[in-house]
Every structure is written in C-alpha cells, then in structure tokens.
C-alpha cells in the first residue's frame, strides 16, 4: 500500500512533464506550419485578384478597386469551412493610401448562412472597402457585414461608370464562373496568430496598414497586383 501511494505521485509527475515537453515539440512546428499557412494565403491572394482583373466580367471590380480605400481577398470560402452547417475562410486585408497598398492583415469570415449558391463547395471571394469609415472598422475584432457595414454583391460586366453606394462591394468566383454570393451576415475577425508569424511578431491591423512598423517583402507581388488591377 505505501508502495503505491509513493509510486502514483510519481506517476503524475512524470505524466505533467511529458505533456510539458510535448508541448515544446509541437509549439514550434505549430508555428512553423501557420507562417508556411500565411506566406501560402498571400500567394494565393495575388493569384486570386490576377484571375478576376483578367476576367471581362470583372471590369466592375477593377473600376471599383481605383477608388477603393481597401480590398480584402479570400482565395478560398468553403461550406463548412468556418463551422458546422456554415460557410467560412480566411483571407487577406490590404489598404490604400494615394496611390500605393500596404499589408496585408490576415483575417477570416464565417456564417451560417452565407448563400452557397456557388453550388457546392467553394468560391473566390474579394470584398471592396468603398469608405474610411468601413476600413476604420475592420481595424478592430468581429466585425459584421450588414450590421457595422452594409454589403452588397457587385455587378457582373464591363463596369465602365459604375458606383456603389453600400460600404463594401463583394465580387465571386466559382469553378470559372461569377456568382454572387450573399455575405450579409457574415463575421470578419482578424486572424491575429497568422499575422503574428508572418511579421515575426505581434502586429495588429493597425501596426500592419496604419503605422506600417510591420513588413515582409514576401508580399510585394501581392501589393503590386493589386494596384496593376486598380
């Protein structure tokens, strides 16, 4: 009996200290594995914005990203991709000043009851800023698209003129095809652990595209993208 009372302490003991240092061998690929994920989004992103701003049905996007203060691209929106029953991805922030872009900030959307009429089971997605005012907001967390900014699903066409009156303005890319795809509802959030590893510190929204005192030239080619297509 006093054997197995001296043994099970013990025992504890030794079972916190291989969790301990399980937890030190898996942190750093962890890690390793989210800076591999964000470097990828931004690689998409700039392949994503090349697609549409070749695409004739996309002349409303381009004239819309020459006024735009901000652009957000998801690559890839997935049913059930953010949670059960929902549709969700995560995406890239880049905002304007004059005529030069900055970032990006890493974010992602998700809800119940974006309209998956892309039939099936993903699209590309951009996302115009139109005002300071919606661009100010994404600053912080969770916002809501329709509550903190109205939405609304851009035209398919040449674009030659066009202005939208709402916030943001949404363009969608399914298997070759535009879609539109209703997003109001959906939560943005940043994404604060992939901008950390992509910047190699904490950076915020407001580090990344106001203060600008976090920067990687991996995404150069990103940012040149999207002012060839503005």
């Known amino acids: 009996m006093r054997n197995n009372v001296a043994i099970e302490p013990t025992r504890r003991a030794f079972t916190r200290a291989a969790l301990a240092v399980g937890a030190v061998l898996v942190l750093p690929r962890a890690r390793a594995d989210e800076g591999a994920e964000a470097r990828a989004l931004v690689d998409k992103a700039r392949i994503t914005i090349e697609s549409l701003a070749r695409d004739k049905n996309?002349?409303?996007?381009?004239?819309g990203l020459q006024r735009a203060h901000g652009v957000l691209i998801f690559p890839q929106v997935i049913k059930g991709g953010f949670f059960v029953g929902g549709s969700g991805g995560t995406g890239v922030l880049l905002a304007r000043d004059g005529e030069e872009w900055y970032g990006p900030a890493f974010y992602t959307i998700g809800s119940a009851s974006i309209g998956v009429q892309f039939g099936g089971?993903?699209?590309e997605v951009v996302i115009l800023v139109n005002n300071r005012k919606a661009l100010d907001r994404l600053y912080g967390n969770q916002f809501k698209l329709g509550s903190d900014a109205s939405i609304a699903a851009g035209p398919l066409g040449q674009g030659g003129?066009?202005?939208f009156t709402t916030d943001m303005t949404s363009f969608?890319?399914?298997?070759?095809?535009?879609?539109?795809?209703?997003?109001?509802?959906?939560?943005i959030d940043v994404?604060?652990?992939?901008?950390?590893e992509y910047y190699g510190r904490k950076a915020?929204?407001?580090d990344i595209l106001v203060k600008r005192t976090a920067t990687n030239r991996h995404a150069d080619a990103l940012r040149a993208a999207v002012k060839a297509a503005a």
């Not at 996309?58 to 004239?63: N, S």
């Open 58 to 63: 996309f002349g409303a996007l381009r004239a």
């Open 172 to 187: 969608s890319k399914s298997k070759g095809a535009f879609v539109g795809v209703s997003l109001e509802g959906s939560v």
């Open 191 to 196: 994404r604060d652990s992939l901008n950390a």
């Open 161 to 163: 003129g066009v202005t």
């Open 204 to 206: 915020t929204p407001i």
């Open 121 to 123: 089971e993903a699209a």
